[in-house]
């Protein structure tokens, strides 16, 4: 009995795996346990993203500085000196600059979702891996440019002479919260993108156009205080409020804000979830 068990337990353990590729059964769940058996793949598109952006460009990751400073600069000049927009007691430049850090972010990992499947296509043909990493880690790579861009807001509060406040320990929630709503976005985006390549050209219009729908420029207040709900329902209205306050540490946290802008993320984030998964199925046949 023992001699005849060997050989049977020997063939079944030469049967190579059999591993079933199913589509999603839940289009509201986060592929959480997939994502994190491909971690080591995520790590690699991150890594990937932050090494393309800065390939052989002259002065590297330095851009991550200059784009929001110089920015800052046109904005201070035409807004804040000839405009005379109020800035809630700030410095213009402290204030101009503490609504682009979150936007900045929010828009660079908005044009790189977009693109990710489309641009990724020759690899999504040939082998299966969970097509989700792909808008994540360019949301994900984003962080890295803000870590810059945050270091140059720290060097102007020390030039005007500010402070920082406890307020500040509320930036990982904020920037949790832009992060979200860019992968939200991005995964509506990135599946109609491999459909219609019309949204690449869309996209920068959209991107230049919500920006001045957000108040970047100009304070939330100027919105009357009955309609500033409405407002916030643009989610980045929320995202750019709570960080200037947690930044500059004045005032009241933009609580009402907070709480419509939230909610549009999650309604976005879930839809986008949904949308993207139900695509996730053929995208690479139309890709």
């Known amino acids: 009995m023992t001699g005849a068990s060997v050989p049977a337990e020997a063939s079944r353990a030469s049967v190579p795996p059999v591993l079933r590729i199913v589509p999603p059964t839940r289009w509201w769940a986060l592929p959480v346990r997939e994502l994190w058996e491909y971690r080591e793949l995520l790590y690699f598109f991150v890594w990937r993203e932050i090494k393309i952006r800065y390939k052989q460009t002259a002065i590297g990751a330095a851009w991550a500085i200059l784009q929001p ?34 936007w900045m972010y929010f828009a660079g990992a908005l044009q790189n979702s977009t693109t990710a499947i489309v641009d990724n296509q020759r690899l999504i043909t040939k082998v299966y891996f969970p097509r989700l990493a792909l808008p994540l880690s360019s949301v994900v790579s984003g962080l890295v440019d803000f870590s810059i861009s945050f270091l140059m807001f720290l060097a102007m509060m020390a030039y005007y002479r500010m402070r920082p406040a406890w307020t500040m320990l509320w930036i990982p929630a904020f920037l949790g919260l832009a992060l979200l709503t860019a992968l939200g976005v991005g995964l509506w985006l990135s599946a109609l993108n491999a459909i219609y390549r019309d949204v690449r050209y869309v996209l920068p219009f959209l991107v230049q156009f919500w920006m001045f729908a957000s108040p970047v420029v100009y304070p939330a207040s100027l919105m009357p205080a009955k309609w500033r709900w409405v407002y916030g329902l643009n989610p980045m209205t929320g995202v750019i409020e709570g960080f200037r306050w947690a930044l500059a540490g004045r005032g009241d946290p933009p609580g009402r804000l907070i709480l419509a802008s939230s909610g549009i993320v999650l309604l976005v984030l879930l ?12 995208v690479a046949d139309v890709v």
């Open 69 to 102: 400073f110089l920015t800052m600069l046109v904005f201070s000049l035409f807004f804040g000196k000839l405009a005379h927009i109020p800035s809630e007691g700030l410095p213009y430049p402290i204030f101009s600059y503490s609504g682009l850090l979150p």
């Open 271 to 282: 839809s986008g979830l949904a949308y993207f998964q139900k695509m996730e199925t053929t």
